[in-house]
């Protein structure tokens, strides 16, 4: 298992978070403390309980799960900019090549079908 999400009152995760680490060698779990995070409005309680000293902290405006932004605000601003950033490098690199074979790959890039039906009908 790589990634794990808890969510809950403050205490309330603390104590899956410590069950989890106390069960490591029954259930060959671990977590990787230096990479989780620890995400929140306000950080004052946290600093209170060592549970979380070693956890990353992300606002919750900040806040991605897998890389997508889950609300909208600075996260998902984010995501959208580096998402132009990627077409605009793109773009640039295909004016490198020539019409034809530019053309082809944008076309195939933009028209991949998202499920098997939409594949049949291509072939």
């Not at 132009?84 to 090549?97: F, P």
Request: one cysteine or more; proline letters at 2%.
């Amino acid at each position: 298992m790589d990634d794990l999400t808890l969510s809950g009152d403050l205490h309330t995760v603390e104590r899956d978070i410590t069950t989890i680490m106390e069960s490591s060698s029954e259930t060959g779990l671990q977590l990787k403390v230096d990479k989780c995070e620890i995400i929140t409005d306000d950080f004052t309680e946290i600093s209170t309980l060592a549970t979380f000293n070693d956890f990353i902290r992300v606002n919750k405006e900040d806040m991605t799960l897998l890389g997508a932004p889950v609300l909208k605000g600075k996260a998902q601003d984010k995501a959208i900019q580096d998402k132009i950033d990627d077409l605009t490098r793109a773009v640039e690199r295909l004016k490198h090549l020539e019409a034809h074979d530019a053309l082809v790959i944008l076309k195939n890039s933009l028209a991949i079908p998202s499920d098997s039906k939409a594949q049949s009908h291509m072939s």
